[in-house]
Nanobody, 117 residues
Framework: VQLVESGGGLVQPGGSLRLSCAASGFTFSRYVMNWYRQAPGKERELVAGITTDGGSTNYADSVKGRFTIFRDNIKNTVYLQMNQLKPEDTAVYYC???????????WGQGTQVTVSS
């Protein structure tokens, strides 16, 4: 099983980034997919989630209207489009796959996002 994040980097305030998470080794379309983040000295927090068919999404209040999560069940990839980035969005972003009914959960290794001028 692998979840491989990419797309992180350094961006100026107000800028945009798109994170990708490529999944392999499990039936991607059966898993709810989430993006979490963890800033230095803070707990990991849920940023966004999307249902198996992509029909429903949820967001942390702090990113609503700025971030969009979407998935491609053919490419086995989930994305996080991040617009209007703020310095407080700086964190390591983690991809998470969850199949709650079976109690199975997978994590990626994380990708660093730094928002700074």
């Amino acid at each position: 099983v692998q979840l491989v994040e990419s797309g992180g980097g350094l961006v100026q305030p107000g800028g945009s980034l798109r994170l990708s998470c490529a999944a392999s080794g499990f039936t991607f379309s059966r898993y709810v997919m989430n993006w979490y983040r963890q800033a230095p000295g803070k707990e990991r927090e849920l940023v966004a989630g999307i249902t198996t068919d992509g029909g429903s999404t949820n967001y942390a209040d702090s990113v609503k209207g700025r971030f969009t999560i979407f998935r491609d069940n053919i490419k086995n990839t989930v994305y996080l489009q991040m617009n209007q980035l703020k310095p407080e969005d700086t964190a390591v972003y983690y991809c998470n796959a969850l199949r709650k009914v079976l109690g199975i959960e997978y994590w990626g290794q994380g990708t660093q996002v730094t928002v700074s001028s």
